[in-house]
């Protein structure tokens, strides 16, 4: 990314690529840079772009770019990446262990295993510390406090329940789940999460009541 001057402003290489989605989300990259990704490139393909500041900074730009700057950006598109492929690409950039998926798509892998605990598999109501994210990184949504939060499994999203009932007291893991365990086609009723979004949850299961 570089202003109308030719001035770097930010730089990404293959080593250390991004993903980045087709439509904005909030404190993501530039919206003209997932438009030019998607919407004019394939699999491979490279271009530059001259991205007006309305789908740039806007008036809000980082540190040493003026506000309103017109931006030039050179764009490679590495890949397109099915839900599949996006969980393989998130665990192998975050040195995940193995991935399990199950039946119903959830892919699941244990940060911390606690083997002599009991397994939460009939569980009714939980407490868990957590943070949940888009695949890209960027949070939505966190409990992390010493307390936990508590709550019935029947009320929340179906993957994350999946998640929950393959722990034991004590455990930490991080699921990935597919849009269809997750807010569905439509997106949370808060507008926080579109609809067709895969989510992350780091969780640490505290407790639980059968």
Do not use: C
Not at 167 to 182: D, F, I, S
Request: no cysteine.
């Amino acid at each position: 990314i570089k202003d109308i001057q030719g001035k770097v402003i930010e730089t990404k290489t293959e080593a250390d690529s991004v993903m980045i989605y087709v439509d904005y989300r909030p404190g993501q990259k530039i919206v003209g840079l997932s438009w030019s990704a998607s919407q004019f490139l394939g699999k491979g393909g490279k271009g530059t772009f001259i991205v007006p500041s309305t789908i740039g900074y806007g008036s809000t730009p980082p540190a040493g770019v003026e506000s309103n700057s017109i931006l030039i950006l050179d764009v490679h598109v590495i890949d397109r990446l099915t839900e599949t492929q996006q969980f393989q690409w998130y665990a192998k950039k975050n040195k995940l262990p193995a991935l399990e998926t199950t039946s119903t798509g959830l892919a699941f892998a244990k940060t911390l295993v606690k083997a002599d605990s009991t397994l939460a598999s009939d569980a009714a109501s939980v407490t868990v510390r957590y943070t949940g994210k888009f695949l890209t990184g960027i949070k939505f949504d966190e409990n992390i406090t010493t307390a936990g939060v508590t709550f019935a499994l029947n009320g929340t999203i179906p993957g994350f329940a999946e998640a929950i009932k393959k722990m034991r007291v004590g455990e930490k893991a991080t699921a990935l789940l597919p849009y269809k365990l997750g807010y569905g086609e439509f997106g949370d009723s808060q507008g926080k999460i579109p609809g067709y979004t895969p989510l992350v949850f780091d969780i640490e299961l505290v407790k639980f009541t059968k």
